[in-house]
């Protein structure tokens, strides 16, 4: 069988340049190295292994009573050679060098296990962690850069402007305000001219409604849900929260050693992608659940946020001409979704806020008139 051929170096004063590159076997009782000049051979029972280099990456191979030269190679297959099997010279040398070899493995594993562990931490309890880093982003500065946002957003569109309609609308969302208890959140509601079935919440506070969402209600406890989905996003820090999701793991962990400066930096760079940013489903189920809590502290009907999201779930999204697309990719109302709001709902009283002084259907008319 022909011997295993590994490229090796052999190191040596009297060479030009220091060195000389060629192949080494493990023959029968000898060490063979070839190279561009000639052939080294020395018997097995006269040299000695060992390794040495970067991390002990390198197999050195020494005459035993001969200075020079020394011959190494990188390919740690050598030491498996079966030149070297039942070699009574190297067994110990080569027993050795292999113990060494797996003791050198286990200590990388355990440096590798050692540094993964912070990381692993941080995979576990990344939802907290990641709430905590949203925590440190003033929310001045999260409704500046919703305000830039709404210039951008707004200017492709008709904002209904009409005083009395807007009165009725802020009369009807101020019981949901009310109950957000975390006064550094200010809310600004606007109306616009679109037929599309959607409402958006953007950074810090302001809340967009579409006129076909409103002219698709049937009552104004559907429309009070949907807004209370709204602020919830904003409350929860959804938007920054989504940020930090998406920037990975190492961005987590430069923003917990090295502090926040570089999240407002990133927030402020997402500018108009921000509103089209999608929301996970876990930030989907933690606004539908804390709507809830708003609606019912509210006293308002909270059972008007599930018949809406069942009329938009009945409407077919392919049909773009129904409305109903924009809001269906935005905030899919999955069945899911629906039964976790009815087993919710459950839990609370009965509605006792009063209607709002305009009753849906003039509102509607009223609105009509503006787009």
């Known amino acids: 069988m022909e011997p295993v051929k590994y490229h090796a ?8 340049g220091g060195r000389r590159s060629g192949e080494l076997t493990l023959e029968t009782g000898s060490v063979v190295f070839r190279h561009s000049e000639g052939v080294i051979t020395w018997p097995l029972n006269e040299v000695e292994f060992s390794r040495g280099g970067a991390g002990n990456a390198l197999v050195y191979i020494k005459h035993r009573t001969i200075a020079t030269p020394t011959l190494y190679t990188s390919d740690k297959k050598i030491i498996k050679d079966t030149a070297l099997q039942g070699n009574y010279a190297t067994r110990d040398n080569i027993r050795v060098l292999r113990a060494g070899h797996q ?14 562990s912070p990381l692993a931490l941080i995979f576990t309890f990344r ?23 709404f210039t951008l957003v707004s200017s492709g569109y008709k904002i209904i402007e009409d005083t009395t309609l807007n009165q ?6 101020a019981p949901l305000v009310k109950q957000v208890s975390d006064t ?23 809340v967009v409604v579409n006129s076909g969402l409103i002219l ?15 602020i919830a996003h904003v409350t929860l820090r959804h938007h920054v929260r989504g940020v930090i999701n998406q920037q990975g793991l190492f961005f987590l962990i430069s923003a917990l050693v090295g502090g ?61 001409t129904s409305g109903f697309t924009k809001i269906m990719s935005t905030h899919p109302p999955t069945g899911e979704r629906i039964d976790n709001l009815k087993s919710r709902i ?19 008319q009223l609105l009509q008139k503006q787009l």
């Open 103 to 116: 003791r050198s493995r286990l200590i990388t594993l355990a440096v590798v296990l050692l540094l993964l």
């Open 346 to 364: 459950q839990a609370y009283t009965p509605a006792s806020q009063p209607e709002p002084a305009i009753d849906i259907k003039s509102f509607q």
């Open 127 to 149: 939802s907290s962690i990641v709430s905590s880093i949203a925590d440190h982003i003033p929310v001045s500065y999260e409704q500046k850069v919703g305000d830039n946002l």
């Open 9 to 16: 170096i052999a190191l040596d004063d009297n060479y030009v």
């Open 216 to 230: 698709k209600s049937d009552q104004w406890s559907e429309i009070q849900g949907v807004l209370a989905h709204e």
């Open 260 to 320: 926040y400066s570089d999240m407002v930096a990133t927030l402020a760079g997402y500018g108009s992608h921000l509103e089209s940013l999608m929301y996970s489903r876990k930030f989907e189920f933690e606004a539908d659940n804390r709507a809830v809590d708003y609606l019912q502290q509210a006293g308002v009907d909270a059972n008007g946020m599930i018949s809406f999201f069942e009329k938009l779930q009945k409407a077919h999204p392919e049909d773009i």
């Open 168 to 173: 009725h609308f802020n009369n009807m969302v």
């Open 184 to 206: 550094t959140h200010h809310f600004d509601f606007y109306m616009i001219s679109d037929t599309t079935v959607n409402a958006f919440a953007l950074p810090g506070g302001k």
